[in-house]
Nanobody, 114 residues
Framework: VQLQASGGGLVQAGDSLRLSCAASGSIFSILAMGWYRQAPGNQRESVATITSGDNTNYADSVKGRFTISRDNAKNTVYLQMNSLKPEDTGVYYC?????????WGKGTLVTVSS
């Protein structure tokens, strides 16, 4: 499975961004997908996940501001990020697990200035 994340950038607090993660090499519709982030000096943390049945889960810090969604026709998972805060700054990664193997995309950097 190959994952390619995109959509990061430099924004101001309160702005919005949409991240995309395109998957290939597997049947996308059966995959649970997740977005993770790593801020400088911090461990990587889960931000949002979505199952093949569209069940979603969010970190408390992003609930009500971020929305994860998927488009199986495009083999893509999205992360809509609204009301961004400086503490949302970090490298964002998409991830999936198939047959017990962890797959990570290269990260995309999100920087939120105050």
């Amino acid at each position: 499975v190959q994952l390619q994340a995109s959509g990061g950038g430099l924004v101001q607090a309160g702005d919005s961004l949409r991240l995309s993660c395109a998957a290939s090499g597997s049947i996308f519709s059966i995959l649970a997908m997740g977005w993770y982030r790593q801020a400088p000096g911090n461990q990587r943390e889960s931000v949002a996940t979505i199952t093949s049945g569209d069940n979603t889960n969010y970190a408390d810090s992003v609930k009500g501001r971020f929305t994860i969604s998927r488009d199986n026709a495009k083999n893509t998972v999205y992360l809509q990020m609204n009301s961004l805060k400086p503490e949302d700054t970090g490298v964002y990664y998409c991830r999936t697990v198939q047959y017990g193997i962890d797959y990570w995309g290269k990260g995309t950097l999100v920087t939120v200035s105050s």
